[in-house]
């Protein structure tokens, strides 16, 4: 069974949200969107680890206002009993302080910790809108000594992300990469945040009328059920689910047909995240 971490987004009750409906020994990792600021992600991070999750706040550099800032983030992820953070660069047009990129900020993060915080950072299996796919290759191999593994863009895929992590073997980053994998979320909702996010080939995708897309997409909601088995067909070659939620957590009840089912699936890799972690 492959390990299963769950992202979920700050939104305003969140804590309250995830508490009801999240197991305990679930691992959460908390986005960090341009419009929220990084306080509002350590505050729902270190909430849910003293209720006793283990949780892993997303760090976007271009949002970290300076040094002294970053110090006061480890501090409380020291308080809270995080030991892992996920460094992105960010969407944020200007940077707010000195990083620009995560390189900086993953040198200093293992500078103040002494090396002791784990670190995630981001890979492209479909590349990036901005970016060039040889710089992001650049920019994981200059990341990869301070960094403990790779959790992949939002892809719709299993070969893909699979080549992709064949890739980044043959170029030399070593780290094992966790694939990102959209929830079981309403169909309109994840084509609004694929354009939003960037995922260019994977909205396009999305929009097409193949047999593939159409049974990806019977029904209102997106369903993982057939990327999950793809992945799961190559033991080995990722390390875990990265499980983009999307703050879908209802859960459903429990039984053998339920979890076959398109909507009960995330509820399912939930369930399965908490016995993995
Ligand atoms: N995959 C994810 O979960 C998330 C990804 N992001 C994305 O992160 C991107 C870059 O972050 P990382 O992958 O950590 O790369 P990075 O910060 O290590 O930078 C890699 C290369 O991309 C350039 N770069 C970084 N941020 C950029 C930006 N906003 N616009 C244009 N160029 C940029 C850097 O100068 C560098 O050459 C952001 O643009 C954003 O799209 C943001 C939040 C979450
Ligand atoms: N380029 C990029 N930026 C990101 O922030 C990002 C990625 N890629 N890839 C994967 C995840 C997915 N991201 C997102 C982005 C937006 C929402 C979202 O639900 N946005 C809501 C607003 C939420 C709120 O303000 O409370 C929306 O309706 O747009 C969720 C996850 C964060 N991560």
């Known amino acids: ?60 550099a271009r949002s970290l206002p300076g040094r002294v800032e970053l110090t006061e983030i480890l501090r409380d992820c020291n308080v809270a009993g995080i030991g892992e953070v996920f460094v992105i660069g960010g969407d944020r047009k200007q940077q707010a302080g000195p990083y620009g ?68 073997r043959r170029e030399g980053v070593q780290l094992p990469v966790w694939a990102g994998v959209a929830g079981a979320v309403p169909r309109t909702k994840l084509v609004s945040l694929a354009a939003q996010i960037g995922v260019g080939s994977s909205l396009k995708f999305l929009s097409r009328k193949g047999p593939l897309a159409r049974k990806l997409l019977s029904g209102d909601r997106y369903s993982p059920q057939s990327l999950v088995t793809g992945l799961q067909s190559q033991p080995g070659s990722i390390a875990g689910i990265h499980l983009y939620s999307f703050n879908n957590l ?18 399912a890799l939930i369930r399965r995240a908490t016995r993995d972690n």
Do not use: N, W
């Not at 990792?29 to 929220?36: K, N, Q």
């Not at 000594?145 to 980044?168: E, G, N, R, W």
């Open 1 to 60: 069974m492959i390990p299963t971490r769950i992202e979920i987004i700050p939104s305003e009750g969140i804590v309250e949200q995830v508490t009801a409906l999240v197991p305990l020994s679930t691992t959460l990792t908390v986005t960090c969107l341009p419009h929220h600021g990084i306080e509002r992600t350590m505050r729902a991070a270190v909430q849910l680890s003293l209720h006793g999750y283990s949780v892993i706040p997303h760090l976007a």
């Open 101 to 168: 990129s995560a390189l900086p900020v993953l040198e200093d993060i293992a500078q103040y910790t002494g090396g002791v915080m784990r670190a995630g950072v981001a890979g492209y299996p479909e590349g990036h809108p901005a970016v060039g796919a040889l710089d992001l290759v650049d920019a994981l191999l200059a990341k990869q000594h301070l960094a403990t593994h790779v959790v992949t863009q939002m892809c719709f895929s299993a070969p893909k992300i699979l080549d992709y992590a064949a890739l980044l």
């Open 250 to 267: 209802d859960a459903v009840p429990d039984g053998p047909d339920q979890a076959l089912t398109p909507a009960a699936l995330q509820p």
